[in-house]
């Protein structure tokens, strides 16, 4: 099988080795397949931990058919990525879904504008049911149903579409107003036992290093990137510090030298904390873990 991921059971299984886990990837480029000359060049040639091919907003109405001709001929031909794929409401979707399920170099589907977990199921069965779904949660019907996303089977990740979002609801994109959003996501990805979710993109490239340190204020994990030079920012901001790993490395052994028996209330909650970044820190091929 050449997927990245299968689903099994309530998540999905990793079955090919590649730069980074997508379940801890930081990085999400988004990548317009109707601008690039050479899409294999652009996959191969980024930092960003992972790419995605935009059948949707990027892409005018004209354009579609031609774009997907072109991602399946990249992902028919050794090239490996995610697919942005227009919402379950457009009339391009199953379309979309249609052709994109005999794609060997599929990793996954960004389900736009998502908003129940019934577009998840009807989007992975029309993919064949082994393509994880990201949801991409653009409007204020999707974040009221966040948790029911969250809990659908096909559900790998949840993502913020910060600027469709804003629009739709009528707020500025200021952290104070979007605060109450983005904890919404965390806490339904957690609740799902989801990875924490992927934050939308900074369109000012001067304003990205704040916008990084806003993502992990709020508890999400990862940022959707339009520029290949996002990459650096985003990953060291989204990853563990040498502090958090050697912090990690030094609780997990002194827990460990007193017969792995927490002396108090605050030892099982500081353990499992240290495991995840140290996990995390092993996904990311940054560290090595210790249990």
Not at 13 to 26: D, F, G, H, M, T
Not at 223 to 234: F, G, M, P, W
Request: net charge negative; glycine share 8%.
């Amino acid at each position: 099988m050449s997927r990245l991921l299968r689903c099994l059971g309530p998540r999905c299984e990793i079955l090919s080795p590649v730069k980074i886990n997508p379940y801890a990837s930081r990085s999400w480029l988004l990548v317009n397949p109707s601008r690039e000359d050479d899409l294999h060049s652009v996959v191969a040639s980024t930092a960003c931990d992972q790419v995605i091919l935009d059948l949707e907003d990027a892409v005018a109405p004209n354009e579609k058919e031609p774009a997907r001709e072109r991602v399946m001929a990249f992902l028919n031909s050794g090239g490996q990525a995610w697919v942005r794929v227009n919402d379950a409401s457009s009339e391009y979707w199953s379309v979309d879904c249609r052709t994109l399920a005999d794609a060997k170099g599929l990793l996954g589907v960004v389900l736009a504008k998502t908003e129940g977990g019934n577009h998840m199921w009807d989007t992975a069965a029309r993919l064949g049911g082994q393509s994880p779904v990201i949801a991409l949660i653009e409007t204020a019907r999707g974040l009221s149903r966040v948790h029911d996303i969250a809990a659908a089977r096909p559900c790998f990740r949840i993502a913020f579409g910060v600027n469709d979002y804003t629009l739709d609801i009528g707020v500025e994109q200021d952290p104070l107003a979007l605060a109450y959003s983005r904890s919404q996501l965390v806490v339904a990805s957690r609740a799902a036992h989801l990875p924490g979710p992927i934050d939308g993109p900074t369109r000012d490239p001067e304003q990205l290093a704040e916008g990084v340190a806003l993502t992990r204020q709020m508890g999400m994990t990862g940022k959707l990137a339009l520029r290949s030079t996002d990459a650096d920012l985003i990953n060291k901001g989204l990853s563990p510090s040498d502090a958090d790993i050697k912090w990690a490395r030094e609780f997990v052994e002194q827990f460990n030298s007193h017969g792995g028996k927490p002396k108090d209330g605050s030892d099982l909650p500081r353990l499992n904390r240290a495991r995840i970044i140290l996990d995390k820190a092993t996904m990311l091929g940054i560290a090595t873990a210790s249990a």
